[in-house]
């Protein structure tokens, strides 16, 4: 009974050893007083990261005690870095950063060439149909095709039969 009784307290003080956990919290504004939204907060000895808020607030749980050093990073702000000491439950740390020099980004043009264009400006003979004006007229394929240069089709009958295509002097059916 007194060995029972002795492990029952050594199991429940095990949990509040490992219970010394801190939350830390708090706001990131830059040096003319405005929050600082969307930026990244991280604790460095531990790897984990957080975003800041549309307020500039940030927020860890569950941080053992000790000491940590904080990085913020945002596109606005200049880099900062901050120990920290989490000692309590509830540990609050505001930080004040400054802001980045602004830099103009200069003029970027996007130039490219669509499917037709490469095709007609390549290095053997294509004639690109304009399937837009065709579908204007009534027209069936066959006979657009064979208004084409160097196309040929014959047709041993009328609508739905063989045809037989004959491109620049070679020819196939379909």
Known sequence: MKYCLILLLLFGIIPLGNAQTGHLSGSVID?????????????????????????????????????????????????????????????????????????????????????KRKIETSGFAVNVIETKDASLRNLQTNELLNRTVGVRVRQSGGLGSNATYNLNGMSGRA
């Not at 929050?35 to 604790?43: D, I, K, N």
């Not at 505001?94 to 490219?112: I, P």
């Open 31 to 115: 040096d003319n007083s405005k929050v600082v939204a969307g930026a990244t907060v991280t604790l460095k000895e531990i790897g984990i990261k957080t975003i800041t808020d549309d307020q500039g607030k940030y927020e860890f749980s569950a941080v053992k005690y000790g000491s940590y050093t904080i990085s913020i990073t945002s596109i606005v702000t200049q880099s900062h870095t901050e120990k920290v000491d989490i000692k309590s439950s509830k540990s609050i740390l505001n930080v004040k950063v400054k802001q980045s020099k602004q830099h103009e980004l200069r003029q970027v043009s996007v130039e490219g060439k669509t499917e």
